[in-house]
């Protein structure tokens, strides 16, 4: 009796090259972690991961000293308690994430070299040096210091993504209080959901910003914030749009025009860096709280391990404040790395704009969202045609699970050597679970690899991992970058309800997700709206992929929604590309995409064409709230108004269910 012959591997769409893999930073982390602390000097990528995970304390005590991390007072312990929630990494340790970001301008080589470069929708650059930036934040710190501000005050920004946000967040650091921030296209409702949460005593506000080609005013919504956060001290004024500063508010220009050296207030190794905030679409946003120390280990590691960065690269992520990837963006400072900081519309003029930014600015690593490539896609934008974009290394996706057919246009229409590094994490950790890998081959609709120091696994519903299947999102180890907690969860119920309610002491993510035979990562979306067609689960990323790869499809939502009579009911609501009907052809092209390409289980009940689709603040589509409409939920009761881009759309789903009701 012969045994089955085990299935080639599917060929990657790339590999990089022998001296790539040689000047990768990983690689000489590698070679070094093997001399100083036991790493495998064999086996590549895969055999250093394993050892990060079965020797995390030693792992993490490599990337400090690698890094060079910078103990004013020194740790008992690299991880004294490895419970989740609640792990303690590095007691009794102290330093400061400011003094780490703007290190680079200690070298007089380097401090004339741009720290930041601001685009703004005129495309033309400006750049901040590493002394200017430095210069700044050691001006407003000492302001901050004068109005009273203390370690662990709050502060505030309502602010785009211009190099004032930078400096504002880098001198709270400095002086140890707790930055957060909100784009100013939020309404006032949705910014005083997260910031009365935290109490601010200082809020930096600009008066407009500008976006798709107009000027937006925000003096009434900032009015409106200064009388509902009554913890208010001071409040800054950045006149982007040349306006005077309201009665009572500062200037930004005088609160840095100083010369004080910074200083940095040494504070525990746990003690907060920021609160970043959830969706929220259910209900008030979680504040999230991460700590000074864990993310600058995990953003060293990320950074500058995993996307490869270093003092001659520059990092250009298009975000905004009121994303995560704005704070990881940032930390490219702590690589020495220039940061690229895009203020305005992702499409405009055209949706080329962002390749057009990546071109001007030099940007070798360029990170955009899933929804970014696939628009360029289906407007037939040519990038390697149309720009110079030889120094693009690399392009990272996030967001959303970049479909097949994202990465294949990359590789066609930028350049056939370009690494495409689709990483997936959240907000929970401000960082990766799995992505980026410098070393690895890239394999089409695939994340190349779990993260270092990161035991990523996927469980079934038994708690049991399993590889080549659909299983739940877990890790099994502490990461540095975990919330130290959720601010007012006094007893940290909300926190453990979050993430190990399912499996106690495992942190469940909640999405589904494959671990393939050769140690790559598939996102199938969130397991919390899973589509279950006769115990067949399946994520709404993948039915999203094959309909919205037809040109008729301009954007598309599905939902699986349980009855009361024990059936189940699946309808698929599709945003139509200009010119096109939903006709009987059309609904058969698409039952036949998702039937042929997917699962006949998964062909929807019905097509619906609707208006648009709902999305969260920060661009993800919205999926439970719909089902709870759907379900009956009455509007104000399935959604948190002020997490929802735009509220009118809900009301079609909402008389969905009415009619079916």
């Not at 505030?156 to 921030?181: C, E, R």
């Not at 009121?322 to 990881?328: A, D, H, L, S, T």
């Not at 002491?505 to 393939?516: F, K, L, P, S």
């Not at 067949?536 to 599905?558: F, H, N, T």
Request: hydrophobic share 40%; charged share 20%; proline share 8%.
């Amino acid at each position: 009796m012969t045994s089955a012959a085990t299935p080639p591997q599917p060929a990657p769409l790339w590999r990089p090259d022998s001296e790539r893999i040689a000047a990768a930073r990983i690689t000489r982390f590698q070679a070094w972690a093997a001399e100083r602390y036991g790493a495998p000097a064999e086996g590549g990528y895969p055999a250093l991961h394993r050892w990060s995970v079965a020797e995390l304390d030693t792992f993490w005590q490599a990337v400090a000293t690698w890094f060079d991390i910078r103990f004013s007072s020194p740790y008992t312990a690299v991880l004294a308690d490895r419970t989740m929630p609640g792990a303690q990494w590095f007691p009794g340790a102290t330093l400061n994430y400011a003094e780490h970001a703007l290190r680079a301008a200690e070298d007089p080589a380097r401090a004339d070299d741009p720290a930041l470069i601001h685009v703004d929708e005129t495309h033309e650059p400006a750049e901040t040096s590493w002394s200017e930036l430095r210069r700044q934040v050691g001006a407003l710190a000492a302001e901050l210091r004068a109005l009273g501000v203390r370690p662990g005050d709050r502060v505030s920004g309502y602010l785009p993504n211009v190099p004032q946000a930078v400096t504002a967040f880098l001198a709270s650091a400095a002086v140890g209080a707790v930055w957060t921030s909100c784009a100013p296209d939020f309404g006032a409702r949705s910014v005083l959901d997260r910031f009365q949460q935290v109490e601010p005593v200082v809020l930096f506000t600009v008066d407009g910003y500008r976006y798709g080609g107009k000027e937006h005013d925000r003096t009434d919504v900032v009015a409106e914030l200064r009388r509902e956060l009554p913890t208010l001290r001071a409040v800054v004024h950045i006149p982007l749009l040349g306006t005077p500063a309201p009665e009572g508010a500062l200037e930004w220009s005088a609160l840095t025009s100083g010369d004080a050296a910074p200083v940095f207030e040494q504070v525990p190794f746990d003690h907060p860096l920021w609160v970043l905030y959830s969706s929220g679409t259910t209900g008030l946003p979680k504040a999230i709280v991460q700590s000074q120390g864990g993310i600058l280990l995990e953003h060293f590691k990320q950074l500058g391990l995993h996307c490869d960065l270093g003092p001659e690269d520059r990092f250009f992520w298009y975000t905004s404040t009121g994303w995560m990837m704005w704070n990881f963006l940032v930390s490219g400072l702590l690589t020495g790395t220039t940061v690229v900081l895009y203020d305005g519309s992702p499409g405009y003029p055209g949706t080329d704009a962002q390749w057009g930014i990546a071109e001007r600015t030099g940007a070798t690593l360029f990170g955009t969202s899933a929804a970014y490539v696939m628009a360029c896609r289906k407007a037939e934008v040519h990038p390697g045609r149309d720009f110079e974009l030889s120094r693009v290394k690399g392009v990272a996706t996030t967001g959303s699970p970049l479909p097949p057919d994202g990465f294949r246009w990359l590789h066609d229409e930028v350049r056939e050597d370009l690494w495409i590094a689709s990483v997936s994490g959240g907000t929970d950790v401000c960082s990766c679970f799995a992505g980026a890998v410098p070393t690895l081959p890239v394999h089409i609709g695939e994340l190349q690899a779990p993260c270092l120091g990161t035991d990523l696994q996927a469980w079934d519903a038994q708690g049991r991992p399993v590889i080549g299947e659909v299983g739940e999102l877990v890790v099994t180890n502490p990461m540095p970058s975990m919330p130290i907690r959720f601010w007012n969860d006094p007893d940290g119920s909300r926190y453990r309800d979050s993430y190990f309610d399912m499996f106690p002491g495992v942190w469940r993510h909640g999405d589904w997700i494959t671990i393939t035979d050769h140690g790559s990562v598939i996102i199938h979306g969130r397991s919390d709206s899973t589509l279950n067609r006769q115990g067949v689960r399946m994520g709404s990323a993948d039915i999203y992929e094959v309909v919205e790869r037809l040109p008729e499809i301009r954007e598309s939502l599905v939902i699986g929604l349980e009855e009361p009579d024990g059936g189940y009911w699946m309808p698929l609501f599709v945003h139509l590309a200009q010119g096109a009907v939903l006709d009987e052809a059309l609904r058969t092209k698409i039952k036949q995409a998702i039937r042929e390409q997917l699962s006949p289980r998964h062909v929807p009940d019905e097509i619906i064409e609707a208006p648009g689709v709902p999305h969260t603040l920060t661009g993800k589509r919205i999926e439970v709230p719909v089902k709870r409409l759907l379900q009956g939920t009455a509007l104000d009761k399935a959604v948190n108004p002020g997490s929802v881009d735009n509220l009118d759309l809900l009301r079609f789903y909402e008389d969905i269910a009415r009619k079916r009701g």
